[in-house]
C-alpha cells in the first residue's frame, strides 16, 4: 500500500492541496482524514468521487490509533491496488504519524511504502508559530521531504527569501517548491512530487510536549439557525479579540438567510464562500484556553 502524508499546522492549507492532486491521482486512491476536531468537517470539502475515511477527536498517532489500525486494514480488503492519501491532524507531530503508519501497517499485516513526506507551510505564520510552540511546531518541518509554502503572495520578495532560508536552514535535505502552488494544476504539483528522490529518511524525534498553557482543546458549536454574514464577521472580531481565548483555527458551514457560508479561519487570513449546506452544519474550533460556554452562548444567541 503506498501512502502519500500531507501534513501541516492548522489552516496552513493541508484540504486544498489535497484537492490540487485528486483529481489526478486516478481510481485506486482513497483519503484518510483525521480530525483533532469533535466533528469532521473536511470530509465534505474533498472533491466528489474520492472515497474518505474519517478518523476524528484526536491523533492517529496516540488515541486513535487502533481506529487508523482498522483503516488500513478495511481498505486493503476492500481494493487489491490502492493509494492512500492521509490528511493528518494540523496539531499532530509529522514524525509520530510517519511511525504511526508504519506501526499500522505491521499490526494489520500490510507493507507500507511513504512517499516523500509532505508539509504546507504558511509562511506568514512561520514566526509566530515557531516562537509560540517551538520544536512541537518544527516538527512538520524537520521531517518533510517536500515544503510546500502557502500564502507567499503576502511576502515580499525579499521577506519570502529571508523566510525560505529560515526553513532550509531548519531541513537542507528537503525539496522546497518555491512557486506559489495554489496557482498551479495537480498535474505540475505531482510531477514535482516524482521528482524527488530519497535516498534514506532518518525521522527527527523531539518528543516537545506543549507547555500547559498551550494544550489544544476543541469544540463544535451547532448551526441551529439562521445568521447573516454580518454577524459571522462579528464573531471573527471577538475571535481575534481573545475574549473566548486563543482560537488557532476555525472551520465549518453556517447557514444564512439566503445560503449557506462556508467559514475558513486562523488568526492570519479568513475566507467566507458560499457552500453546500451539509446534513450537520457548525463550526470546529480549535485552540486553547477556550471559553466554551461563552462560544457556544454567543453562537446560540445570534443563530436562533
Not at 503506498?2 to 483519503?31: D, H, W, Y
Not at 509532505?118 to 509566530?128: K, N, S, Y
Amino acid at each position: 500500500m503506498k501512502v502519500r502524508i500531507i501534513s501541516g499546522f492548522l489552516g496552513a492549507g493541508k484540504t486544498t492541496f489535497l484537492n490540487k492532486l485528486l483529481p489526478k491521482m486516478g481510481e485506486q486512491t482513497v483519503v484518510i482524514e483525521n480530525e483533532f476536531g469533535e466533528a469532521s468537517i473536511d470530509s465534505g470539502r474533498v472533491k466528489d468521487g474520492i472515497p474518505v475515511r474519517e478518523i476524528y477527536a484526536g491523533c492517529i498517532c496516540c488515541s486513535l490509533a487502533a481506529d487508523f489500525q482498522q483503516a488500513l486494514k478495511d481498505i486493503a480488503v476492500e481494493q487489491k491496488e490502492q493509494q492512500v492519501l492521509i490528511e493528518p491532524s494540523g496539531v499532530g507531530r509529522l514524525s509520530d504519524v510517519a511511525k504511526a503508519c508504519k506501526d499500522a501497517g505491521n499490526q494489520a499485516g500490510i507493507e507500507i511504502e511513504i512517499e516523500p513526506l509532505i508539509t504546507i507551510v504558511d509562511v506568514t505564520a512561520f514566526e509566530d508559530d515557531r516562537k509560540q510552540f517551538g520544536q512541537f511546531y518544527l516538527d512538520q518541518i524537520k521531517n518533510a521531504d517536500v515544503i510546500f509554502l502557502s500564502y507567499i503572495e503576502e511576502l515580499s520578495e525579499a521577506d519570502l527569501s529571508v523566510r525560505m532560508e529560515e526553513i532550509h536552514m531548519l531541513n537542507p535535505k528537503a525539496a522546497i517548491y518555491k512557486e506559489n502552488w495554489i496557482e498551479k494544476d495537480g498535474r505540475e504539483l505531482l510531477a514535482f512530487l516524482k521528482s524527488v528522490k530519497l535516498e534514506s529518511r532518518e525521522l527527527f524525534f523531539s518528543h516537545a510536549e506543549l507547555p500547559d498553557e498551550h494544550s489544544f482543546s476543541s469544540v463544535f458549536l451547532e448551526s441551529n439557525g439562521h445568521a447573516s454574514e454580518k454577524e459571522i464577521r462579528q464573531w471573527i472580531a471577538k475571535w481575534d479579540s481573545g475574549c473566548y481565548g486563543t482560537i488557532l483555527r476555525a472551520k465549518g458551514i453556517i447557514l444564512t438567510e439566503k445560503t449557506a457560508v462556508a467559514v475558513d479561519y486562523t488568526p492570519y487570513h479568513y475566507t467566507l464562500s458560499a457552500a453546500e449546506a451539509l446534513e450537520e452544519n457548525g463550526l470546529v474550533l480549535i485552540g486553547y484556553h477556550l471559553d466554551k460556554k461563552a462560544l457556544a452562548a454567543d453562537m446560540e444567541r445570534r443563530t436562533s
